[in-house]
């Protein structure tokens, strides 16, 4: 492999063991100029083995006789952290005496005193438990070497501008600085002029059609349908291992609960969790003990689950970046994939955007029916049936199947077990649910104001002076319009209720 070329035997090692046969784009732009030691900008999306580009410069480079913190690596998420200390250790494994520590919030700061007093080369970590390490003391960086931005501009949408300034300021002013972001937006590039040195670029043509190879499809649901609208699917395509994208928090926890009551196995994950509880979560669910989860973008960034089914976003992305880190979570490591979309109402103009800027093909699907959902069971069980014919099975099967038979028609048997088993999974829809979206509504069609009529505003006075008479008055010829009137006396017309005009004293007079 040529971009192995010019490596030690201990890293070169460790890449044959994680199976790395060619580079990726972004490897193969990124890693030389790395090892040259240039600043440099990376555009790629989660998933584009970007972890790799500039972990393999990073272990190279690193020394294992330094007590000393030679290369920090920032990332927005503590998931993205953990997965990318994750993946340097497995780079660093025959480099004896390379460690990598990674700190984030969360986790007891004791257990991370502890670590960095090992003498780490390299440190990953969230921008704001780097700085408490930093105060405290316990995390040194002035011998800092080379500086990491993992998905910059999803570090900045979070708020750690400030933080990734101070942490900069207190690194060398030689050291090298590589950005990696997804999207290019304005404060990243005066971010990368301040920081950067001549920077070489490094971008991945066309990086959002990455998920041109997933079945992707949008389907039209009211807001209230939403979970019976996911119900049909998660049981039409036997999903065994999906993710779900809410927007909130709240929504999370609202979808969880519905789908628990539902039957399924289901888990949620945001961002006011405990850290404990998350990695509970998340080992869980790589082990296949739940089946679904709920999670915000918190997920879509640093997930490291390479088998996942189906992704559902049960509410719509905000842009079409968004879209691409959800739906690049299936459909990893050359594995099919499958991701829904629920649109409500106006949303499918979003979708249309998104497929004009993804590039890949996003069709309009309809909901399912409960016929479309039990025809789809019925093929499945004789399909399972068929496979286990052939299956050695106990005396006692055989026993139970022969007593069934001789008591009642072999047709009304295999229907009635038929029944049983699709009426088991069934009763986690509503049958009486019509999930067909609603007709748009038109709008009546407004007609300008035409000038033969008057319009009247505040208080009831004509706006419309073409009406006018010859005298200065400004009302139109006609009974004249209710409400109050600028002409008062004690003639003048009132409207019922309102208050008399005050009577006027002659002329010449005072009033007794």
Not at 110 to 128: F, H, K, N, Y
Not at 216 to 229: A, C
Not at 234 to 241: F, G, S
Not at 342 to 362: L, P, Q
């Amino acid at each position: 492999m040529s971009f192995l070329e010019g490596l030690s035997d201990s890293l070169i090692r460790a890449i044959e063991d994680l199976g790395y046969e060619q580079p990726t784009p972004i490897q193969a732009s990124s890693i030389p100029p790395l090892m040259e030691g240039r600043d440099m900008i990376g555009r790629a999306q989660t998933g584009t083995g970007k972890t790799a580009a500039f972990g393999i410069p990073l272990v190279e480079k690193a020394d294992p006789e330094g007590r000393y913190v030679g290369a920090l690596v920032l990332s927005p998420t503590r998931e993205l952290a953990m997965q990318t200390a994750g993946e340097l250790a497995k780079l660093a494994k025959y480099k004896r005496g390379v460690r990598v520590v990674c700190v984030y919030g969360g986790q007891p700061i004791e257990r991370q005193l502890s670590a960095l007093s090992m003498g780490p080369q390299i440190v990953v970590g969230t921008p704001g438990r780097v700085m408490d390490h930093m105060r405290r003391g316990s995390l040194d960086l002035s011998q800092v070497r080379t500086v990491v931005l993992d998905e910059a501009d999803e570090m900045l949408d979070m708020g750690f501008r400030d933080d990734m300034e101070e942490i900069l300021s207190q690194t060398p002013e030689s050291r090298q600085t590589a950005l990696f972001s997804a999207t290019m937006p304005y404060p990243i590039l005066m971010l990368s002029r301040r920081y950067l040195k001549d920077p070489a670029m490094c971008q991945v043509e066309n990086a959002t059609r990455a998920v041109e190879a997933i079945e992707q499809s949008y389907i039209s649901v009211r807001p209230f349908q939403k979970t019976e609208l996911l119900a049909r699917l998660l049981i039409r395509d036997n999903v065994t291992r999906g993710l779900i994208f809410c927007n909130t928090k709240l929504g999370v926890e609202q979808v969880v609960t519905d789908l628990h009551k539902r039957g399924f196995s289901v888990a949620g994950l945001h961002g006011d969790m405990r850290q404990i509880e998350r990695d509970a979560i998340m080992g869980r669910f790589r082990g296949g003990l739940i089946e679904l989860l709920v999670a915000t973008d918190v997920a879509a960034r640093g997930l490291d689950v390479d088998d996942i089914q189906t992704v559902f976003n049960y509410d719509l992305p905000q842009d079409a970046e968004c879209y691409t880190h959800r739906v690049g979570r299936t459909g990893r490591a050359g594995k099919a994939g499958r991701a829904y979309s629920f649109v409500v109402g106006r949303e499918v103009s979003r979708m249309w955007e998104y497929r004009r800027m993804t590039g890949a093909k996003i069709l309009c699907e309809k909901a399912p029916t409960p016929d479309d959902v039990q025809k789809v069971q019925l093929n499945r069980v004789l399909q399972e049936i068929a496979s286990h014919a052939e299956i050695a099975h106990a005396q006692e099967t055989y026993e139970a199947a022969k007593q069934l038979l001789s008591s009642m028609d072999p047709e009304v048997a295999a229907t009635a077990m038929l029944s049983m088993i699709i009426s088991a999974t069934s009763a986690r829809i509503d049958e009486n649910v019509d999930l067909t979206p609603p007709e748009p509504v038109k709008k009546p069609a407004v007609y300008p104001f035409r000038p033969s009529q008057p319009r009247y505003g505040q208080g009831g006075y004509a706006t419309d002076r073409r009406r006018s008479n010859g005298d200065g008055d400004r009302y139109p010829s006609g009974p004249k319009p209710a409400g109050r009137y600028r002409t008062g006396g004690q003639g003048a017309e009132r409207r019922p209720g309102s208050r008399p005009p005050f009577p006027r004293a002659p002329r010449g007079k005072k009033p007794e």
